[in-house]
């Protein structure tokens, strides 16, 4: 993905989603999607600062924010901070069926390894 669109039609354009979103907080400042669309917008124009400021302290309503969240921490080097914002995600993983087969299968792993 590039922020700019370069030379694919189907590229996302991240400058272009940002003006959208800015139009359409100008009616709705306050919807949850849109600031965690914008965040993530900003994250994708190297703006990690400013996508950190309008979802940090807002409760993550919904796990998009929280991934977001999570990806900007590690964007700037906040390691903590990372491993914090995600361990709300772990819970929500781990009802997933997918994530729990592989965890089994990697514990299966890890015990074959351990015995020879």
């Known amino acids: 993905r ?14 272009a989603t940002l003006v959208a979103l800015d139009k359409a907080m100008t009616i709705a400042p306050q919807v949850p999607d849109l600031i965690t669309l914008k965040a993530e917008a900003l994250r994708l124009l190297g703006k ?3 996508a950190l400021a309008i979802i940090s302290g807002k409760k993550a309503v919904n796990a998009r924010r929280r991934f977001i969240e999570v990806r900007v921490q590690f964007d700037l080097g906040n390691i903590t901070s990372c491993v914090e914002a995600g361990e709300p995600l772990m819970k929500l993983l781990q009802m997933m ?6 965890k089994s299968q990697q514990e299966q792993q890890e015990q074959q390894d351990e015995q020879g």
């Open 2 to 15: 590039s922020g700019g669109g370069g030379g694919g039609g189907d590229a996302f354009d991240a400058l």
């Open 48 to 50: 990690s600062d400013e």
């Open 97 to 102: 069926p997918e994530f729990k087969a592989a």
